[in-house]
């Protein structure tokens, strides 16, 4: 499959208009810390959870995991391509490249970042 990738520029810019922000890092790590208003979903729960999530397959889709090395997101969108979503992107950089961009804290039961 062929993803296309979405640019830190773009995402910031973006942000609020954005419908689905999915976050593919382990629950405990999105418990921690994670961009306001992101959706946990890891690989292993797509085919039970999507729809559910995110119901409309036309949605824009954005996900990101903890950084470029991170395989996560990119799990996540080839399984959410797979499922029939028509628009999904990755956020290549992840939540550190996010943090330092936007020199703030991240989301998390104590902090909001946007």
Not at 34 to 56: F, Q, R, S, W
């Amino acid at each position: 499959m062929s993803l296309h990738l979405i640019s830190a520029a773009e995402a910031m810019a973006r942000y609020d208009s954005l419908d689905a922000v999915i976050d593919a890092r382990s629950e405990g790590e999105h418990a921690e810390d994670h961009l306001p208003g992101a959706l946990n979903l890891v690989e292993g729960d797509v085919d039970a959870l999507a729809a559910t999530l995110i119901p409309d397959l036309a949605t824009p889709v954005v996900t990101y995991c903890s950084n470029a090395g991170c395989g996560n997101s990119q799990a996540v969108a080839n399984r959410l391509e797979a499922a029939g979503y028509l628009n999904v992107r990755k956020y290549r950089d992840g939540i550190q490249d996010w943090a330092d961009r936007k020199s703030t804290r991240l989301n998390s039961s104590h902090t909001d970042i946007s």
